[in-house]
């Protein structure tokens, strides 16, 4: 009778391990072609819009527990595009980004406070032009799907940094008073993210794996 108690404790014990183990968060890796990085800042009264280009990141997801994922990204700061060449070549300059000096913005979660209907509060260090400041992201999960052996998943979010914090101070005061720039930056983020099936069939030598419908080539 010990001895069945005994296998019973164990076989339960390796059913926990195992159900702690399954609910570790899974690595989704963000998809640079069908995530927008973006921004936009007043201009003497309208708000001229801009995005990033180049970035990477991973979201350590966890879909049946918010709280236990996390994020992490990385922007190449010469990769801004406001779709003007000589206004992007001075946002790159020293009045700016001074992205000769400072290559990468970068973002890494600290804490994640789940909200009603999959939405979330994403707390983190915003690291640019070499200054770290703590921001906060409105997000929301809007769902996944499996396909072609991988997992896909959708996410926004946004928040509005000063980019005085981050020593962006330059601007131009108007002769009847006021400044051509705002201050307050709103960032704004829609992604797309997937986690891939490490034992989904490997395509055949010399063939490609199988691309979503819009992927680059």
Do not use: C
Request: a neutral charge; hydrophobic letters at 40%; glycine letters at 8%.
């Amino acid at each position: 009778m010990k001895n069945r108690f005994a296998l019973l404790a164990a076989v339960l014990a390796l059913l926990g391990t195992a159900a702690v183990a399954a609910a570790e968060p899974m690595p989704y890796k963000i998809d640079p072609n069908h995530t927008l990085v973006g921004f936009h800042i007043r201009h003497f009264f309208a708000k001229v819009a801009g995005r990033f280009k180049d970035f990477s990141g991973i979201i350590n997801f966890d879909e049946k527990d918010l709280a236990a994922s996390s994020v992490e990204v990385t922007i190449q700061t010469a990769s801004i595009n406001t779709e003007n060449e000589r206004r992007d070549a001075d946002l790159r300059g020293p009045n700016f980004f001074l992205a000769d000096s400072f290559p990468t913005i970068t973002f890494k979660s600290t804490k994640v406070v789940p909200g009603p209907n999959n939405s979330a509060l994403v707390s983190g260090d915003l690291t640019m032009r070499g200054v770290t400041k703590p921001v906060t992201l409105e997000a929301n999960f809007l769902g996944s799907m499996p396909a072609m052996g991988r997992k896909i998943a959708g996410f926004d979010a946004k928040t509005t940094i000063n980019r005085k914090d981050f020593n962006i101070n330059w601007n131009r005061v108007l002769d009847q008073g006021g400044t051509m720039l705002g201050d307050d930056v709103a960032i704004e983020l829609q992604v797309e993210a997937s986690w891939v099936d490490p034992n989904a069939p490997k395509p055949a030598m010399g063939q490609r794996p199988p691309q979503p419908a819009g992927d680059k080539k």
